[in-house]
């Protein structure tokens, strides 16, 4: 069984920055991918960025912007996000896989002034 922790979320003015975290209860080195999704209210959960090793993908929406990294001896993933707008407000979930797709319980990302 894998349980992903997200924190970091919050309040922040457009133009700000966050950094949210995902702490994972085994070694993420053991997972094929983890990321970051988000779900806005009404709109599907879609993909924000993700990370295989040290490979990284992101959404066009958020390059530039966002970065996703990690942390192999806290196992921890992380993503720094900077220039926040208001569209970016939704729940955060981190994810992580391993022959399944997990989930953390989100984290609530509020962009407004």
């Known amino acids: 069984q894998v349980q992903l922790v997200e924190s970091g979320g919050g309040l922040v003015q457009p133009g700000g920055s966050l950094r949210l975290s995902c702490a994972a209860s085994?070694?993420?080195?053991?997972?094929?991918?983890m990321g970051w999704y988000r779900q806005a209210p009404g709109k599907q959960r879609e993909l924000v960025a993700t990370?295989?090793?040290?490979?990284?993908n992101y959404a066009n929406s958020v390059k530039g912007r966002f970065t996703i990294s990690r942390d192999n001896a806290k196992n921890t993933v992380y993503l720094q996000m900077n220039s926040l707008k208001p569209e970016d407000t939704a729940v955060y979930y981190c994810?992580?896989?391993?022959?399944?797709?997990?989930w953390g319980q989100g984290t609530q990302v509020t962009v407004s002034s």
């Open positions: 994810n992580a896989v391993i022959n399944w797709a997990y």
């Open positions: 085994r070694s993420i080195n053991d997972f094929n991918a």
């Open positions: 990370i295989s090793g040290w490979t990284t």
